[in-house]
């Protein structure tokens, strides 16, 4: 049935912040949070694209030229030979901006999310995480996104995802800054020592290990680093005292929240205290910032469809 000869439909979609890389698992590694971004897409038969991201959004976020759900719609419809015109899109930001949170991923998911719901293509996840890599480049975090709890990205294959124990929390200190992607990724080596490979892939199974296993007291170790943590600390200075300050208070891990500049620690007890300690060490560094408590999320992105109703 064609999209003239059907009723107009409205798609609902919920996509989860993420933390990638958690310490050795740079380009490997995500956690979905409980936060999440809302965007609905209505069909309207309308001539153009009808943006409404709430009063308070960025002004990038109201551009449909900046705006990265608006730009993966687009994408997607392209790809299905579609109009992208004649829809209304609503978003609900709450994940912040170039904090290391994956707020990229997951405007770039429900973007395409939205246009396989309403369009039904026969997409499957590894084709839709491929279409998000290429319009934002992290499937590590969209990985995460779509999947929910620990996500594991192996290049070439589909990603898998490890539930997480809901005792453990997820600590997110976030600074009063922002930080690109780009410019985090650029003070990282394009190459690795034999020393350093071998040292960040077996802290990665440990990492894993340890998630399913509940065995919390090997996630100091098995969250260390020697990729790309050291380096970014030229950016973000506070990083050391910061992920210093959660273990001195009881968590079990800590480690810079994907590229930055937000730092996620893992703890199963007295994450308050966790978190205050975070803070005041951000203060230490002349910088503020607040924190978010919150478990892991182990499902993915939800999409719900509708039949839009008049009135």
Not at 202 to 211: H, I, K, P
Not at 267 to 274: G, H, P, S, T
Request: proline content about 5%.
């Amino acid at each position: 049935m064609s999209g003239a000869d059907r009723p107009a439909l409205r798609a609902r979609v919920a996509v989860p912040a993420t933390s990638a890389n958690l310490g050795p698992g740079f380009d490997i590694l995500a956690l979905a949070l409980e936060l999440q971004n809302e965007v609905t897409v209505a069909e309207t038969g309308a001539v153009a694209i009808a943006l409404d991201c709430g009063p308070n959004a960025p002004a990038e976020l109201g551009d449909p030229e900046r705006n990265l759900v608006v730009r993966a719609w687009r994408s997607a419809c392209a790809d299905l030979g579609v109009a992208a015109e004649g829809v209304a899109i609503t978003c609900v930001n709450r994940i912040p901006l170039r904090r290391g949170l994956g707020s990229s991923a997951a405007a770039a998911l429900s973007g395409l999310l939205a246009a396989t719901a309403i369009h039904r293509p026969a997409w499957d996840q590894t084709a839709i995480l491929a279409r998000v890599a290429a319009l934002e480049g992290h499937a590590d975090n969209a990985a995460a996104a779509l999947l929910g709890g620990l996500a594991i990205c192996a290049e070439g294959l589909p990603p898998v995802m490890v539930r997480v124990p809901e005792e453990l929390r997820c600590v997110v200190l976030v600074p009063d800054l922002e930080l690109a992607t780009p410019a985090a990724r650029r003070v990282v080596p394009q190459r690795f020592s034999r020393a350093d490979a071998v040292f960040n892939a077996a802290r990665c199974a440990l990492l894993v290990r340890a998630v399913e296993e509940r065995d919390y007291a090997s996630l100091r170790t098995a969250m260390e680093d020697r990729w790309h943590q050291a380096q970014r600390s030229a950016l973000l200075p506070y990083l050391p005292d910061v992920m210093a300050a959660a273990l001195d208070t009881g968590a079990a891990g800590a480690a810079l929240s994907g590229a930055g500049p937000a730092v996620l620690a893992l703890a199963y007890q007295e994450w308050d205290v966790v978190g205050d300690a975070m803070l005041q060490a951000l203060r230490g560094h002349a910088l503020d910032g607040h924190v978010l408590v919150s478990r892991v999320r182990n499902y993915g992105a939800r999409v719900d469809t509708a039949l839009v109703l008049d009135g």
